[in-house]
């Protein structure tokens, strides 16, 4: 019987090609896990800020015949989905960037994550930079990435290793404005031995450029989020004259044989193997042991004792929060010497993985206030 799978399409002038690597990971996922029988159909939702426009879309997906759901999207709009897929006894497997925290780790009976783990990258970037005797740490980021809670996790993360951050610095919005100026001042006066840097995108690249014109960069260690560590960017960006140390989800220099047939898979459908191809490419492998279910109820029980062969390593799901534990690795950005560019080499598995999550949790769980947050699923922007 053929199976109806439903995909949610947005927009990114960031990573223009993202809903093509997206349905030809899907696509990837489901083959290499013995599924051709099926039909992927498709819904857009902009840039996946607006939860009535994501949920409509979802309900229109359903109404097609769709079982099960899958997309890009920011995770506090996951709470709003529950009720529509418990109506429909149905699950939505969401492809998460990491970058923002869910409203609730409570898990959603319906809903699984897949996650790039953005945040905890940052936790576990500033663990290895504390391990090594950093004391004192600035902060930057671009405008765009100060609407995501990345940067609590850094925060949080220097706190719990008895370090302080020094300094806070946010770029400004318009691109012809952008400066470090201000980060190249504090850095040449006030002792800071490293800076974290989270920029994604043409910002990355923004970032790189004025950390190769500065002076004051090559004085300090120099950290980067697992966006600015994206390898499709790092490719076209000159090498910045110094080494960045970052913490990543993945690398397409992992050496490993669920890898190689996952980079083999895109490259037939003329896709490149990257991040967001291997989201879906996961979220295959998910489907396709949930299609084998009886119902829903059974499906829910099978997700939460999966553990599939990721191209990252092995991907299994809390049981109790729904959100997906994978490794983490510890790698640096270097010079190409090819090309002169930015290249990603992979040193290995981060031994601070566990512990960092189980510190990110804890954090999730104990904040109270309040957070800016853009609505938008990370890296989905439109000028």
Not at 114 to 140: E, N, P
Not at 204 to 216: H, N, P, R, T
Request: net charge negative; charged share 20%.
């Amino acid at each position: 019987m053929n199976k109806k799978i439903g995909l949610l399409i947005t927009k990114s002038i960031l990573y223009p090609s993202m809903n093509f690597e997206l349905l030809a990971g899907l696509k990837a996922g489901l083959e290499e896990n013995g599924i051709t029988d099926y039909e992927i159909i498709t819904e857009n939702v902009d840039l996946a800020a607006n939860d009535k426009l994501i949920y409509a879309a979802c309900e229109k997906l359903l109404m097609g015949g769709a079982e099960i759901v899958t997309g890009y999207v920011n995770a506090n709009t996951l709470v709003k989905l529950e009720p529509l897929f418990a109506s429909a006894n149905a699950l939505f497997i969401c492809l998460d960037s990491g970058m923002h925290f869910p409203v609730s780790l409570m898990a959603l009976p319906h809903i699984f994550s897949v996650s790039l783990q953005g945040a905890l990258c940052s936790r576990i970037a500033i663990s290895h930079a504390v391990a090594d005797g950093v004391r004192k740490f600035a902060f930057t980021c671009s405008f765009y990435d100060s609407g995501y809670r990345s940067g609590f996790g850094f925060a949080r993360s220097v706190e719990d290793g008895g370090a302080e951050v020094t300094f806070n610095h946010i770029t400004a919005l318009k691109r012809a404005d952008f400066t470090l100026s201000p980060l190249e001042s504090h850095i040449s006066g006030a002792g800071t031995e490293a800076v974290f840097a989270s920029f994604c995108g043409d910002m990355a690249q923004d970032f790189l450029d004025g950390v190769s014109k500065s002076a004051e960069f090559p004085k300090i260690k120099l950290i980067g989020s697992s966006f600015l560590a994206d390898e499709v960017w790092l490719d076209k960006i000159p090498f910045p004259l110094m080494e960045l140390s970052v913490a990543v989800p993945w690398a397409a220099g992992i050496s490993n044989a669920a890898n190689t047939r996952f980079k083999e898979a895109l490259k037939k459908k003329k896709q490149q193997a990257n991040i967001f191809s291997l989201l879906a490419y996961e979220a295959g492998s998910v489907i396709a042991a949930a299609i084998h279910s009886n119902d829903t109820d059974e499906a829910v029980k099978l997700i939460e004792g999966l553990t599939i062969e990721s191209p990252r390593g092995a991907l299994s799901f809390d049981p109790v929060t729904h959100l997906s534990i994978a490794p983490v690795y510890e790698a640096r950005i270097v010079k190409n010497e090819e090309t002169g560019n930015c290249r990603l080499e992979v040193i290995g598995f981060s031994p601070y993985t566990a512990g960092e999550r189980a510190k990110l949790e804890r954090d999730i769980r104990e904040f109270k206030g309040s957070f800016t947050s853009w609505f938008n699923a990370y890296g989905c922007l439109e000028s």
